[in-house]
């Protein structure tokens, strides 16, 4: 008895997003759509809205790489200060011995 594999081509299938987007390109190229006006006006704000999420995610990212700046300065501001504290208290400590 001989076992034999038949390889299948796989089948993708298409996302509705790109099903919708299909349509919706056939609307706005037809001249008698009725909608299209309407479409173009919503494609505007779309793209003015996606415009604007993308600042807000640049601005975002923008202020997590300050504040982990502000942050990293802060920490060594303070190692900083912690070693003059300990000079000085040596230097105090050192002349009240004398």
């Given amino acids: 008895m001989n076992v034999e594999k038949v390889d299948r081509p796989i089948k993708t299938q298409e996302l509705l997003p790109q099903i919708i987007e299909r349509i919706f390109s056939i609307c706005k190229s037809d001249p008698s759509f009725h909608l299209k006006d309407e479409l173009e006006i919503i494609e505007n704000k779309i793209t003015s809205l996606q415009q604007k999420i993308k600042k807000q995610e640049s601005l975002t990212e ?33 002349e009240l011995w004398l």
């Fill in 62 to 94: 923008q202020s997590y790489k300050l504040k982990s700046d502000i942050l990293q300065r802060i920490e060594i501001i303070d190692d900083h200060n912690r070693q003059k504290q300990v000079e000085l208290l040596e230097s105090i400590g050192g």
